[in-house]
């Protein structure tokens, strides 16, 4: 079983509405991460936690949110989706110990 | 701040050619250094890592050493195969602090044909 997986793997929905995506780890880590790949633009950061009652924004927040419902799990809401927010997003752990970051297979978003 | 710059691509070789990515940082004091591989339809996965300067990270038949005096970190390999096709991104993490965010480059895409 994959120890970061991400939930749905691809989704199409229209500009205004709501999305959820969801992050779920077995790796034990505290550490949470939400990033957004686009093309020539590499990994940029939306938010982060450090544990449970953690929130940080990271480069890019803004149009989104996010909810740690618990040490396992971590969730990114757009909460009225634009096109400009169409990307390939990826959720990442990590240890508080170590640096490496362990990435999930990834979700496509397409907002039209 | 902390940046990272790598070349740009695409890169494509022949099977069997010699491959150097080349990736720059800015930071203060001592970063860890990390080469991420993303392959086709997946997500990142780390290839190698090093923590301290002259340290050499390998894996796979890559090899990058951490070189403080240029501040560098170049992706290389003797000699490449086409399963090698994917996007590379080079990446570094605050000096002297575990878990911490990364910073990652643009990424770097290779393509390989036989």
Known sequence: DA???QTPRNRITKTGKRIMLECSQTKGHD???WYRQDPGLGLR???YSFDVKDINKGEISDGYSVSRQAQAKFSLS????IPNQTALYFCATQS???NEQFFGPGTRLTVL | GNSVTQMEGPVTLSEEAFLTI???YTATGYPSLFWYVQYPGEGLQLLLKATKADDKGSNKGFEATYRKETTSFHLEKG???VSDSAVYF???SEANQAGTALIFGKGTTLSVSS
Do not use: F
């Open chain 1, 45 to 47: 950061l939306i938010y």
């Open chain 1, 31 to 33: 550490r949470m991460y």
């Open chain 2, 90 to 92: 080079c990446a570094l």
């Open chain 1, 96 to 98: 508080g110990y170590y």
């Open chain 1, 3 to 5: 120890d970061v997986t």
């Open chain 2, 22 to 24: 080349n990736c720059t």
């Open chain 1, 78 to 81: 757009l909460e009225s989706a």
């Open chain 2, 79 to 81: 000699s490449v195969q």
